[in-house]
């Protein structure tokens, strides 16, 4: 564990500005997203870890699995390629553990039997900084799914902001490891001495009574119902009633982290991918008209079933880090959580 | 030596024409020899007021660099007030263009009759004479296309 | 942050806890009549959710009218609900589903504030909705908050009359319809809960625009190109999520032609084109419809400030053709209406 100051980090970034992308949350009309910085103007603004948000609007997904993705052109000479442009190498800034955990679950289905070429490339070229949550929420509920405020699954390097000025720094991976020689080498530069000092004792203790903290205000907790309790309750009436208020519209697909249905579409002769919902009432119509899922209580099962079970069953996690942003984000307030836990409770 | 005019981009401007006034006024001026741009498209339908705007959006969506509505005169509509209807709607959508900060003068709407045939080719020159200046007006600024 | 708007659940309408308690304990106890005598088979309303959200509320047994809420958080307009046939018939159940045009057809009830009740306006002008299946439930409204407790924007310029739905000239909610009118058909709200509510709140928040449409003239002042910038920077956020055009009373088509694909309108793909093109076509499929309610900037979850586009569109509609939505059930669309005097100095 390293100390790093907000100077070293800043410093660094403001190197490589030309050659990294920078990806971190900004704020835009009062909400904070998940943006590529094209300049370094905002820098002291990003790096400022007290100000950053307990979450942003958007998850990290789509600088991984954009939300549009040109695929090919088909032209008199045949097709063109797109999306084919070596990526540059990447930072992405102050992922939350929930957000880090979240590429870990997309990984298994675009880095699993058949990868994703584009994906790969951009997950390959990203090193992922995150940072631990001080001050959980009570919508949070990372814990019960696997991850926690204090995780570290999916980064490349870990911060917890020890003040306003200085982060433990923690290299988890070789991306990281890399990172953290640069930040010294930086540290270097910017009038301190070279390499980054060591975590002392205080600060050791200081990271684990933060711990401690985050973990105990993470109280939300999530009955996973077992395959066995699902299936008994496919049938029951249950799933109109938990989804009656539901809008059917996509926010909590398109903001959650782990969701990735996508629709392929041609526009002229340019063929894309884009981001679809389960919750639309066209997603699964066919081209004939029929439509399997035009009841909207079906479909929100069809999300509940998929998220909680047969994505577990296949890949071994629920597709879910607790961050909340469904219920967050819902026009209605539809908390998953609640509708999950009820499953259990739930009569026939 | 140099040439200092580009060759000028050819233009794709849409005109939704009215089968009873406008059309036939298009067809007028082509039979009487006028001299009008050949940008223009001729659609023809039946009405100005069959006209949906989701049409124009359309056009502009798929590249047009401009879209014109014509139809009869008020009072003359084959259809009685087909062309009433479409004064109301063509008067929002291009309200709307505009404050979009899509350039209105992309967007015309005139009332040309069977029998003017010259005010039909004043009409389209008019219009790519707009279309043109918009589009000066985009390259010069930050690029940005029609739609 | 699970936010409490200043106090547990919100405060009353109109800042005031006493006021709203009293509101609040008429409508539940309406409610529960209304259910125990079988005159409606659900109440739509606002109810609290375990995790101290205000949700929508489908109540059916009377014993659960007590759940139901009414203070400043309910912000949303209950109205699109009753255009959803699956949810009327699933509420319903399979007695009441029956004989949907017969006297023995399901009858519910629905809480309105005053600007909920001029979409309800609207829906009746349309045939949308069948009046005689209705019981309306008015709540008289000092203005309603957003999650940090702040004023929303739209409350700050309500009238009197509607958000005390005064529904007839020389009315008073209170009082009931002036001698000689004609009888309970013609009415738009059947209960009123509590008195006219004080503008106080109202008055102590952001100051009245000098203009009606000031916002909108703020747009209008900007050079072109300001605009295009303006506009095209928040649809570059759009994720196509639908959500505002879902939770919009008004947008009911059972096929909305955002997803016809022969002939396909616009692409399904977010981009700042097809996007721009979404927005404007829903505005205009609003054109003299869309009465402010404000629900659509509200759901949207990257803050695309709606309520700027629909207002411009009512602005033309108000100046252009002299009309204003939501004022009278008899009321014919603009949009399909002409006047010999109608503008076209646009017109060659």
């Known amino acids: 564990m390293k100390v790093l100051t907000r100077k070293a980090l800043e410093a660094l970034l403001a190197a490589r500005v030309e050659e990294w992308e920078l990806i971190a949350p900004v704020e835009i009309d009062g909400k904070s997203y998940f943006h590529a910085l094209n300049s370094g103007s905002r820098l002291g603004e990003v790096t400022d870890a007290s100000a950053a948000p307990l979450l942003t609007v958007n998850p990290v997904k789509e600088f991984f699995f954009p939300r549009r993705q040109e ?24 992922a939350r553990p929930c957000d880090a955990r979240g590429l870990g679950v997309l990984d298994r289905v675009f880095l699993g039997e058949v990868p994703d070429a584009s994906y790969a490339a951009r997950r390959e070229a990203t090193t992922i900084v995150g940072l631990h949550c001080l001050e959980p929420d009570s919508r949070c509920f990372c814990s019960a799914v696997g991850g926690g405020p204090f995780g570290t699954e999916g980064m490349d390097m ?3 902001p020890l003040d306003e000025s200085r982060f433990a720094a923690e290299a988890l991976t070789e991306k990281g490891e890399a990172l953290l020689a640069a930040l010294g080498a930086a540290a270097g530069k910017a009038g301190g001495a070279p390499g980054l000092p060591d975590a002392g004792e205080a600060e050791r203790r200081l990271v684990e009574s933060l711990r401690a903290k985050a973990e105990a205000a993470v109280s939300r907790d999530l009955e996973i119902p077992s395959p066995e309790a699902l299936a008994a309750r496919f049938e029951s009436d249950y799933w109109i009633e938990a989804s009656r208020s539901c809008l059917a519209c996509g926010v909590c697909s398109y903001l959650c982290p782990t969701c990735h249905c996508f629709d392929i579409v041609d526009e002229g002769y340019l063929r894309l991918r884009c981001w679809d919902t389960c ?56 908390d998953i959580a609640e509708v999950v836990n009820g499953v259990g409770a739930s009569h026939g | ?37 050949a940008e223009i498209r001729i659609i023809r339908v039946p009405c100005s007021g069959r006209i949906n705007p989701l049409l124009v959006l359309k056009c502009f969506q798929e590249g047009a660099d401009g879209v014109l509505v014509s139809g009869c005169h008020p009072g003359d509509c084959h259809y009685q007030e087909g062309n009433l209807y479409a004064r109301r709607r063509m008067l929002l959508l291009r309200s709307l263009l505009g404050y979009f900060g899509i350039d209105e003068r992309r967007f015309h709407m005139s009332w040309v009759s069977a029998s003017e045939g010259r005010k039909w080719a004043e009409v389209v020159s008019r219009l790519v004479a707009d279309v043109r200046a918009a589009d000066a007006e985009s390259r010069s600024g930050q690029g940005v296309s029609a739609w | 942050m ?28 309406s409610a529960a009549g209304l259910l125990a005598e079988g005159k409606v088979e659900a109440v739509i309303g606002y109810g609290l959710s375990p995790a101290g959200d205000v949700v929508p509320r489908f109540v059916r047994r009377s014993q659960d009218a007590a759940g139901l809420l009414w203070n400043d958080r309910c912000t949303y307009n209950l109205v699109g609900y009753l255009t959803d046939r699956d949810l009327l018939a699933g509420l319903a159940g399979p007695e009441g589903a029956a004989g949907a045009d017969t006297a023995q057809s399901p009858r519910f009830a629905v809480t309105v504030k005053g600007c909920d009740l001029k979409s309800l306006v609207v829906l009746l002008a349309e045939s949308q909705v069948r009046r005689e299946a209705l019981t309306v439930i008015g709540l008289p409204c000092g203005g309603v908050v957003d999650q940090e407790g702040r004023l929303l924007g739209k409350c700050v310029a309500c009238p009197e009359e509607v958000r005390n739905l005064r529904t007839e000239p020389g009315e008073s909610p209170a009082n009931g319809p002036p001698a000689g009118e004609p009888a309970a058909a013609r009415r738009l709200v059947d209960l009123v809960m509590g008195d006219p509510v004080p503008g106080d709140r109202i008055a102590a928040s952001a100051p009245l625009q000098a203009e009606p449409f000031q916002d909108v003239a ?43 694909h022969n002939p396909r309108w616009v692409s399904p793909a977010p981009g700042i084109p097809s996007n721009r093109a979404f927005h404007l076509i829903r505005a205009y499929h609003l054109a003299g419809r869309c009465v402010d309610c404000g629900e659509c900037e509200r759901a949207c979850p990257v803050g695309i400030p709606l309520r700027l586009i629909n207002r411009k569109v009512a602005q033309v509609v108000k100046e252009s053709f002299g009309f204003e939505a939501g004022t009278s059930p008899e009321a014919r669309a603009p949009i399909v209406d002409f006047a010999s005097g109608d503008p076209e100095e646009f017109i060659e």
Not at chain 1, 71 to 91: A, F, H, K
């Open chain 2, 1 to 37: 030596m140099n040439r200092p005019e580009q060759k000028e981009k050819r233009l794709k401007i849409i005109g939704f024409l009215c089968n009873w006034c406008s059309y036939a006024g298009a067809d007028l001026a082509g039979v009487s020899r006028l001299q009008y741009p």
């Open chain 1, 158 to 160: 870990a911060l917890t």
């Open chain 3, 218 to 260: 703020e747009i209008e002042g900007m050079p072109r190109a300001g605009r295009r910038a303006f506009w095209d920077a928040h649809f570059s956020r759009c994720l196509r999520c639908y959500a505002c055009r879902n939770v919009c009373p008004l947008c009911y088509c059972k096929e909305c032609v955002f997803d016809q």
């Open chain 3, 2 to 29: 699970v936010a409490s708007g200043g106090s547990p659940g919100g405060r009353g309408p109109g800042g005031s806890p006493g006021a709203g308690t009293r509101a609040q304990e008429a409508l539940r106890t």
């Open chain 1, 279 to 334: 919750s639309a009432d066209t997603f699964t119509r066919t081209a004939a008209g029929e439509n399997h899922h035009k009841h909207k209580h079906t479909r929100y099962r069809q999300r509940v079933f998929h998220k909680f079970g047969w994505f577990k069953e296949n890949y071994g996690t629920v597709s879910c880090v607790g961050c909340g942003r469904c219920t967050r984000h819902c026009p209605v307030k539809i």
């Open chain 1, 71 to 94: 695929l090919y052109v088909q032209g008199p000479e045949g097709i063109t390629s797109l999306d084919s442009e070596p990526q540059r190498p990447r930072l992405l800034l102050f």
